[in-house]
T-cell receptor, first 110, second 115 residues
């Protein structure tokens, strides 16, 4: 099946630092989504991207749909303790179901 | 507006027992999905229903069956539970009418342990 490579797998950062994570694929996608999962909860949609090159922000979060349509990036500025969680990317190709990355586990040190 | 609800939240089964996980959404979405989440594996699609009356296999359908009872409800059944089915199960829904997904909304999950 289709694979999404999400990196890094985990990261430990100091409060106030900026965070960058990305997702890559060997296939082209026409939709990229970024989700966050808090411990013991279901994933929550953060940002949806529908056009190559699109840059979208949601508060301190910014995500970009790569020009090649094979990658996407998520940045978090000035991290705070509540940013802790697992961040998932997901891509969709045509009318097929979403494909999810394995997640980036973010830990914030106060 | 509760979004996506799942019952039960926790369940322990013995090998060979059967059970049904329930999911309901109140957003009038056409498409519904069942995923399992295992450590380090991300979310893997078990089955989905693009619209009422249709169901399709996902990446890991073996050992499961589903029923799209109506537009609101989509259940997942384990006929004979195995320890390999120990996992966290998530239901999701979206408004897309095709087999595609778009913006999916997730329930809180069911944590299943099979002994």
């Amino acid at each position: 099946g289709q694979q999404l490579n999400q990196s890094p797998q985990s990261m430990f950062i100091q409060e106030g630092e900026d965070v960058s994570m990305n997702c890559t694929s060997s296939s082209i996608f026409n939709t990229w989504l970024w989700y966050k999962q808090d411990p013991g909860e279901g994933p929550v949609l953060l940002i949806a991207l529908y056009k190559a090159g699109e840059l979208t922000s949601n508060g301190r979060l910014t995500a970009q749909f790569g020009i090649t349509r094979k990658d996407s990036f998520l940045n978090i500025s000035a991290s705070i303790p509540s940013d802790v969680g697992i961040y998932f990317c997901a891509g969709q190709r045509g009318n097929t179901p979403l494909v999810f990355g394995k997640g980036t586990r973010l830990s914030v040190i106060a | 507006n509760a979004g996506v609800t799942q019952t039960p939240k926790f369940q322990v089964l013995k090998t060979g027992q059967s059970m049904t996980l329930q999911c309901a959404q109140d957003m009038n979405h056409n498409s519904m999905y069942w995923y399992r989440q295992d450590p380090g594996m991300g979310l893997r699609l078990i089955y989905y229903s693009a619209s009422e009356g249709t169901t399709d296999k996902g990446e890991v359908p073996n050992g499961y069956n589903v029923s799209r009872l109506n537009k609101r409800e989509f259940s997942l059944r384990l006929e004979s539970a195995a320890p390999s089915q120990t996992s966290v199960y998530f239901c999701a829904s979206s408004e897309r009418t095709s087999g595609g997904a778009g913006e999916q909304f997730f329930g809180p999950g069911t944590r299943l342990t099979v002994l």
